[in-house]
């Protein structure tokens, strides 16, 4: 089911159908399946297919973080930090950074990425601005 998703979400041997690839991930997410819950955060967070709304996105990463999803633990971070979806309080902001540092424990090649990305987050906040969701779909 998930795999057949992104076939549709990508157009990769079938007719692109974002629609389809929608209900595919949401049925797959809905057996708990960790990569469906955040492909379908990156889609609300986005607006890939849907309106962006990033209650929704923010929903689907937490469920995903909740499976020990690395990537969703980061958007989720990224998202507390810049108040997407949420209140834009220094409560909710200071929360991102322990879900940033669970992340390190995960593998050497993330942990690299995730140390760029920081530098990148440091250097858009120095220049205010918005730091970007990472859109990785796997």
């Known amino acids: 089911m998930f795999a057949l998703a992104v076939l549709y979400d990508e157009g990769n041997g079938v007719k692109l159908d974002k629609q389809m690839a929608i209900s595919l991930f949401e049925k ?3 057996k708990n399946l960790p990569a469906a819950q955040y492909n379908l955060g990156v889609m609300y967070a986005n607006g ?3 309106s962006q709304d990033y209650k929704a996105a923010r ?3 937490e469920k995903a973080a ?9 958007n989720l971070a990224l998202m507390y930090f810049e ?3 949420m209140p834009k309080t220094l409560k909710c902001r200071m929360y991102g950074i322990p879900l940033l540092s669970t992340t390190v424990t995960c593998k050497l090649a993330t942990v690299v990425n995730l140390m760029n990305a920081l530098c ?5 906040l120095k220049l205010k601005k918005k730091p970007m969701l990472f859109i990785i779909k796997f």
């Not at 909740?66 to 980061?74: E, M, P, V």
């Open 28 to 30: 797959a997410a809905n």
């Open 48 to 50: 890939d297919g849907v």
């Open 66 to 74: 909740a499976n020990n999803y690395t990537l969703a633990q980061f």
């Open 120 to 124: 990148s987050l440091k250097k858009s």
């Open 83 to 85: 108040g997407l979806g």
């Open 59 to 61: 929903t689907w990463y």
